[in-house]
């Protein structure tokens, strides 16, 4: 089913490297993705977003790829910062006559001083 | 913060009760989705009202129900609680059905279950 419970997969960074998370999704009829970031005992916060038009989306220190042929997401942070440390998820908003986020099991990012 | 509101942040119970969790979801939203996470796992998709009306469902047992209300804000009631019933639960908004745009995440309750 969806979400099948996984131990999260993690990965570890100097602080100051670059990060790249990476991200299957499952339903070549989705057609916007979203990276969430996951502290601690906190809610999902909204990073970045991407349509199915587009193959590439920047922000502030964060960049998003979609290669829809493959159906894959990477999230790269530019200068990763202890503050990064967190859990991150990619949502595939799906429509099959209605909207639900659909997340992926997430990757724990780990910011080694 | 998002501006979305769940309480209560915390909630113990045993096994066999009944609780209901509310979601204030952001001011202007009109969907609200309910998602579970157990430890260490992903966002499992329950449930999504739009306006009033239930939207979409996902992986949400019978034991589990939700409404919405007119006011907009929402309600997760969990009933026969077990064991496995133990989780964050985390409420959702989006300003539409969902099309095209973020979902603002509450803070989560996070209910044990003894």
């Known amino acids: 089913g969806e979400n099948v419970g996984l131990h999260l997969p993690t990965l570890s960074v100097q602080e100051g490297d670059n990060s790249i998370i990476n991200c299957a999704y499952s339903?070549?009829?989705?057609?916007?993705f979203i990276w969430y970031k996951q502290e601690s005992g906190k809610g999902p916060q909204f990073i970045i977003d991407?349509?199915?038009?587009?193959d590439k989306r920047q922000g502030q220190r964060v960049t998003v790829l979609l290669n829809k042929t493959v159906k894959h997401l990477s999230l790269q942070i530019a200068a990763t910062q202890p503050g990064d440390s967190a859990v991150y998820f990619c949502?595939?908003?799906?429509?099959?006559?209605?909207?639900?986020?659909?997340f992926g099991t997430g990757t724990r990012l780990k910011v080694l001083a | 913060d998002s501006g979305v509101t769940q309480t209560p942040k915390h909630l113990i119970t045993a096994t066999g009760q009944r609780v209901t969790l509310r979601c204030s979801p952001r001011?202007?939203?009109?969907?609200v989705y309910w998602y579970q996470q157990s430890l260490d796992q992903g966002l499992q998709f329950l449930i999504q009202?739009?306006?009033?009306?239930?939207?979409a469902k996902g992986n949400i047992l019978e034991r589990f129900s939700a409404q919405q209300f007119p006011d907009l804000h929402s309600e997760l009631n969990l009933s026969s609680l077990e064991l496995g019933d133990s989780a964050l639960y985390f409420c959702?908004?989006?300003?539409?059905?969902?099309?095209?745009?973020?979902?603002?995440f509450g803070q989560g309750t996070r209910l044990t279950v003894v």
């Open positions: 959702a908004s989006s300003p539409t059905t969902g099309e095209n745009t973020e979902a603002f």
């Open positions: 339903n070549s009829a989705s057609d916007y």
């Open positions: 991407i349509r199915s038009n587009m």
């Open positions: 949502a595939e908003n799906r429509s099959s006559g209605t909207y639900k986020y659909i």
């Open positions: 001011s202007g939203d009109l969907s």
């Open positions: 009202y739009y306006n009033g009306e239930e939207r």
